[in-house]
């Protein structure tokens, strides 16, 4: 390790070398002016001293513990694409996920309850589409900087009666930036005043242009009202999905993300999740963030109790000690100790990070240049 004389030392800070010897010596360190010290003990000795060294640019602990091996190719098999509904409000997200969810989650069994778990599962012709139904910037976001996606495609809806409007645009922005497909829902087609054309010819600026008119973009008329061209746009969905491609490996430890969290008076901390790789289980240690447990049960989106969940399935699981954030990434290691572990260290960084971030800037560098 890097090392400097308490002499060098006392003259950084611009203080007597006594004063260093005489602290060392309180805390039991016989020392000289000729002693040296390493680089982090001085450091925390330079702290301590009320002078305010920021130590050399700090390693990222805790995306190294989300650093995540990539999967050989043969270990792959298709899995569900997940969607996200996004645009200008009003213009009809919440009734388009209504709407295909009443026409399309045949998986209910008779007595069972559907709940809201932030996301829901539809079949359609025998394949899935996972639907993220949580109104979830900040999510988006808390995964965006944690390097994560949720969702493989977007769909845009634009109300055909109102047109492109600032979080139309504000939605094609994120999704440009996070990378993800984005299929164009033209709704409310029912209404007299709807103007389909307008809408694509608006969306052109956004390079968000029709396959018949030369560009590669779904666009996809729709009525969450009357159920027009709903099937037809969830035939898309599937398309879209085979082009691209998705796959995961569901033969290894699971990870994934919070979807949303709260706290529930009689079963504790609630979170559904999302797994993105491989296989959660009831009885799998788990950590997120600062929380961490052991699954203790699984629920699927009709409330139905399910052992296992697969690539692309959210669930809601108990069993974490506390409620994590929405965004964060979940990981499932071998065993509790690593979980527990795993939230130990998340805390003791996010802490450490947060006194850096407010602390004087004085880099040690500066401490130490000669
Ligand atoms: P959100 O803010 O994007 O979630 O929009 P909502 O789903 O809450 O819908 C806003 C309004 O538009 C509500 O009054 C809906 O009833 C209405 N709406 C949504 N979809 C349609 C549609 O396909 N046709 C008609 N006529 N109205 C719709
Ligand atoms: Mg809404």
Known sequence: PEMISIHDLAEKMKIQPSVIIKKLFLAGKMVTVNSELDFEAAG?????????????????????????????????????????????????KTSLLDA?????????????????????VVTINGQKITFLDTPGHEAFTAMRMRGANS?????????????????????????????????????????????????????????????????????????????EGIDNLLEMILLTSEVLELKANPNRRARGLVIEAELDKGKGPVATVLVQKGT????????????????????????????????????EILGL????NAGEIFVSPETDKEARAFAETYVKESREKLIEDTKLKMSLDDLYSQ
């Open 44 to 92: 925390e000795l330079a702290m301590e001293m009320n002078f305010d060294p920021v130590p050399e640019e700090k390693e990222d602990v805790i995306a190294k513990m989300l650093e995540d091996s990539e999967d050989g190719a043969e270990t792959l098999v298709p899995r569900p694409p997940v969607v996200c509904v996004m645009g200008h409000v009003d213009h009809g």
């Open 100 to 120: 295909i969810r009443d026409t399309h989650v045949i998986d209910r069994e008779a007595g069972g309850i559907t709940q809201h778990i932030g996301a829901y």
């Open 151 to 227: 969702t493989d495609i977007a769909i845009l809806v634009v109300a055909a009666d109102d047109g492109v409007m600032p979080q139309t645009v504000e939605a094609i922005n994120h999704a440009k930036a996070a990378g993800i497909e984005i299929i164009v829902a033209i709704n409310k087609i029912d209404k007299p005043s709807a103007n389909i054309e307008r809408v694509k010819q608006e969306l052109t600026e956004y390079e968000l242009i029709p396959e018949d008119w030369g560009g590669s973009t779904i666009f996809c008329p729709v009525s969450a009202h009357t159920h």
């Open 280 to 315: 959660l289980h009831v009885g799998d240690p788990i950590a997120v963030g600062s929380c961490h447990g052991k699954v203790r049960a699984m629920m699927d989106d009709n409330g139905r109790r399910v052992k296992e969940a697969g690539p692309s399935k959210p669930v």
């Open 321 to 324: 000690n506390d409620v994590p």
